[in-house]
T-cell receptor
């Protein structure tokens, strides 16, 4: 089991560029989510998905898009990067059975800098 | 609505002395509570979780936490700190009802420094 994998580990973008952060899990988890981590603010939920074809917004969704075409993959797209999106991004996955969410497993993170 | 407050942004202890990381929460429903640890440049690892069973929860690496409903607290403790415990710790609440069912809310984090 590779668990939750994220690529790339590091990325530098210029303002206005777009890119996709990749996330994949091999645990057959229904629930996947994206967080951003900023100093002194903990982790904040960007978007989440409870299964293929189903996504919803979290606490800070503006400037980000997601899609979930397969159970395994949950990419996060930055449409037009802004310096305020400089952050560390974590993907997480969890079982989701009868509406109960179990322990979340986190990927190693992507450190993004927007200049 | 739910929220989590970690009462100390930094805690510094000497190796071999006790560790106390404080967490208070608010939730409209009976919550589930977690502590995660993050070592530098790493992802988050679950230390322990409370899900309405025993109020004293034991986790990995000698950590434990006690759920106190009357005080709305879930403080993390360890009897004797080790150098490898130096990391950032996050208290997390998961809502058990309402429109935000299942969503996690993270505290701001506590950085634990361990001195030799």
């Amino acid at each position: 089991n590779a668990g939750v994998t994220q690529t790339p580990k590091f990325q530098v973008l210029k303002t206005g560029q777009s890119m996709t952060l990749q996330c994949a899990q091999d645990m057959n988890h229904e629930y996947m989510s994206w967080y951003r981590q900023d100093p002194g603010m903990g982790l904040r939920l960007i978007h989440y998905s409870v299964g293929a074809g189903i996504t919803d917004q979290g606490e800070v969704p503006n400037g980000y898009n997601v899609s979930r075409s397969t159970t395994e993959d949950f990419p996060l797209r930055l449409l037009s990067a802004a310096p305020s999106q400089t952050s560390v991004y974590f993907c997480a996955s969890s079982s989701w059975t009868s509406g109960s969410l179990y322990e979340q497993y986190f990927g190693p993170g992507t450190r993004l800098t927007v200049t | 609505a739910q929220s989590v407050t970690q009462l100390d942004s930094h805690v510094s202890v000497s190796e071999g002395t006790p560790v106390l990381l404080r967490c208070n929460y608010s939730s409209s429903y009976s919550p589930s509570l977690f502590w995660y640890v993050q070592h530098p440049n790493k992802g988050l690892q679950l230390l322990l979780k409370y899900t309405s069973a025993a109020t004293l929860v034991k986790g990995i690496n000698g950590f434990e936490a006690e759920f106190k409903k009357s005080e709305t607290s879930f403080h993390l403790t360890k009897p004797s700190a080790h150098m490898s415990d130096a990391a950032e710790y996050f208290c997390v609440v998961r809502n058990a009802g309402g429109t935000s069912y299942g969503k996690l809310t993270f505290g701001q984090g506590t950085i634990l420094t361990v001195h030799p």
